[in-house]
């Protein structure tokens, strides 16, 4: 796969990623076309050395895997990490308002969204609806709006003077997105739209009534390569779907003679102490079957490692004294390696040592960041997992803006370059 080819699949997936469910069935799709093959938590597995498998956990994890000619507690596995999950605006339980003639939905703030980039954009809606068929039985599905049904307007700057210097965004009263013009007397119930737009896209479903939902907003426009030289990609869910995707295609062209794991966890953005997030038990749980029993668990732990990808700021020309002079990464110039002294990150010199042993036998470039001794640094699911499971982890991601906007911006190449790192770690 070349850079090219790497980055228009890319923008595929973005595109079809629209929420973490739609995320992990893409994935699981991509894995099962290649020969992967799904278990289930409650089933006993079988597992032999060069099967290849996933697990997915509440629609919005994922852990794939593939079994090397030495048993994993023997040999280790060389694992991936990522998120599925973005911020974004989450549907509220009872979400109709109308007000001056207009239907709006109310919604949640899901993870540190980056508010202003949100108005004035074509949002589309996507997410899992929960309901009752007309057998009594409780189903979930899958729906994607796919096209612009609302927009959150901005006020005129007429109406506020002050806007470019002093405005601020109330997020129970600025952002609620209009979907149409309706009266009191006709305003929808939301969950009737709901069970229309499943009975369109699931026809046999069946549908009796929409009980609950998990429903984001999202950006209609679609990811794109921009740029005077073509050198950016823009696009929504850069962070993480970049680490997701690329994580999967290393992990996909594996010659599968070492062991691999991949995890794709949900629920990153609003601190993984979930079911499904990295500081719940799902890694755990799968490393425990695949090791047998305790004492194999503890080899397995101690000879693996864990590449935790995750997306780095790169240094804005903007804004460049938001960057250590010498930590400053640049879009295009390669992976990043994260490094906290308080354990922000899991990167430490032995994990970090042979990332760059990896990337320098693909001739990837690498650089390094920490923030700025005055500021606080953010964190990721490497110290989490790390802790979790006591696997040795590094910290590593693609430079980008607009981390957590609307419309994120990385480099052309950086993706691709984490991609041959990766390849050639799961060598
Ligand atoms: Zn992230």
Same mark, same amino acid.
């Given at each position: 796969?070349?850079?090219?080819?790497?980055?228009?699949?890319?923008?595929?997936?973005?595109?079809?990623?629209?929420?973490?469910?739609?995320?992990?069935?893409?994935?699981?799709?991509?894995?099962?076309?290649?020969?992967?093959?799904?278990?289930?938590?409650?089933?006993?597995?079988?597992?032999?050395?060069?099967?290849?498998?996933?697990?997915?956990?509440?629609?919005?994890?994922?852990?794939?895997?593939?079994?090397?000619?030495?048993?994993?507690?023997?040999?280790?596995?060389?694992?991936?990490?990522?998120?599925?999950?973005?911020?974004?605006?989450?549907?509220?339980?009872?979400?109709?308002?109308?007000?001056?003639?207009?239907?709006?939905?109310?919604?949640?703030?899901?993870?540190?969204?980056?508010?202003?980039?949100?108005? #004035?954009?074509?949002? !589309?809606?996507?997410?899992?609806?929960?309901?009752?068929? &007309?057998? *009594?039985? =409780?189903?979930? +599905?899958?729906?994607?709006?796919?096209?612009?049904?609302?927009?959150?307007?901005?006020?005129?700057?007429?109406?506020?003077?002050?806007?470019?210097?002093?405005?601020?965004?109330?997020?129970?009263?600025?952002?609620?997105?209009?979907?149409?013009?309706?009266?009191?007397?006709?305003?929808?119930?939301?969950?009737?739209?709901?069970?229309?737009?499943?009975?369109?896209?699931?026809?046999?479903?069946?549908?009796?009534?929409?009980?609950?939902?998990?429903?984001?907003?999202?950006?209609?426009?679609?990811?794109?390569?921009?740029?005077?030289?073509?050198?950016?990609?823009?696009?929504?869910?850069?962070?993480?779907?970049?680490?997701?995707?690329?994580?999967?295609?290393?992990?996909?062209?594996? #010659?599968?003679?070492? !062991?691999?794991?991949?995890?794709?966890?949900?629920?990153? &953005?609003? *601190?993984? =102490?979930?079911? +499904?997030?990295?500081?719940?038990?799902?890694?755990?749980?799968?490393?425990?079957?695949?090791?047998?029993?305790?004492?194999?668990?503890?080899?397995?732990?101690?000879?693996?490692?864990?590449?935790?990808?995750?997306?780095?700021?790169?240094?804005?020309?903007?804004?460049?004294?938001?960057?250590?002079?010498?930590?400053?990464?640049?879009?295009?110039?390669?992976?990043?390696?994260?490094?906290?002294?308080?354990?922000?990150?899991?990167?430490?010199?032995?994990?970090?040592?042979?990332?760059?042993?990896?990337?320098?036998?693909?001739?990837?470039?690498?650089?390094?960041?920490?923030?700025?001794?005055?500021?606080?640094?953010?964190?990721?699911?490497?110290?989490?997992?790390?802790?979790?499971?006591?696997?040795?982890?590094?910290?590593?991601?693609?430079?980008?803006?607009?981390?957590?906007?609307?419309?994120?911006?990385?480099?052309?190449?950086?993706?691709?370059?984490?991609?041959?790192?990766?390849?050639?770690?799961?060598?």
């Amino acid at each position: 796969m070349n850079q090219q080819q790497f980055n228009q699949q890319l923008c595929e997936f973005l595109d079809a990623a629209t929420t973490p469910f739609h995320a992990v069935a893409e994935m699981a799709g991509r894995l099962e076309a290649q020969g992967f093959t799904a278990l289930q938590e409650d089933a006993s597995w079988d597992l032999q050395a060069g099967g290849k498998h996933f697990v997915i956990r509440n629609g919005s994890s994922i852990v794939a895997f593939v079994i090397g000619s030495q048993s994993p507690p023997v040999e280790g596995m060389r694992m991936v990490g990522a998120h599925t999950d973005s911020p974004c605006l989450m549907v509220k339980p009872v979400p109709e308002v109308t007000r001056q003639g207009y239907f709006q939905l109310g919604v949640e703030v899901y993870g540190g969204v980056l508010l202003n980039p949100w108005f #004035d954009r074509d949002l !589309s809606l996507a997410g899992r609806v929960a309901y009752q068929c &007309e057998d *009594g039985q =409780l189903r979930t +599905a899958l729906i994607d709006y796919r096209e612009a049904v609302a927009t959150i307007p901005s006020l005129a700057i007429h109406l506020d003077k002050e806007a470019n210097k002093s405005r601020s965004i109330n997020p129970q009263k600025d952002i609620l997105p209009l979907l149409c013009q309706s009266g009191d007397d006709d305003k929808p119930d939301f969950r009737d739209l709901l069970k229309s737009r499943l009975l369109q896209e699931h026809p046999d479903c069946a549908v009796q009534q929409v009980l609950d939902y998990e429903l984001a907003f999202y950006d209609s426009q679609a990811a794109a390569i921009i740029g005077l030289e073509r050198e950016f990609i823009a696009g929504a869910r850069l962070d993480n779907l970049l680490s997701c995707f690329t994580g999967l295609q290393a992990l996909l062209r594996g #010659d599968g003679t070492a !062991s691999a794991l991949l995890v794709c966890n949900d629920h990153e &953005e609003v *601190g993984s =102490l979930s079911a +499904a997030g990295a500081q719940g038990p799902l890694l755990r749980s799968v490393l425990k079957r695949l090791a047998g029993h305790e004492q194999a668990y503890a080899a397995l732990t101690d000879r693996s490692m864990m590449i935790s990808a995750d997306n780095a700021h790169g240094i804005h020309p903007n804004y460049a004294d938001r960057h250590d002079d010498n930590h400053g990464p640049l879009l295009n110039r390669g992976p990043v390696i994260k490094i906290n002294a308080n354990q922000r990150y899991a990167s430490n010199s032995e994990t970090a040592g042979l990332f760059r042993m990896l990337a320098a036998a693909e001739n990837v470039p690498v650089q390094s960041f920490v923030v700025r001794t005055d500021m606080a640094c953010g964190s990721t699911i490497g110290p989490l997992t790390a802790a979790e499971t006591g696997i040795k982890t590094i910290d590593v991601g693609v430079p980008t803006f607009a981390m957590h906007s609307i419309r994120e911006l990385a480099g052309r190449w950086d993706g691709y370059y984490l991609y041959r790192a990766l390849r050639e770690y799961f060598k």
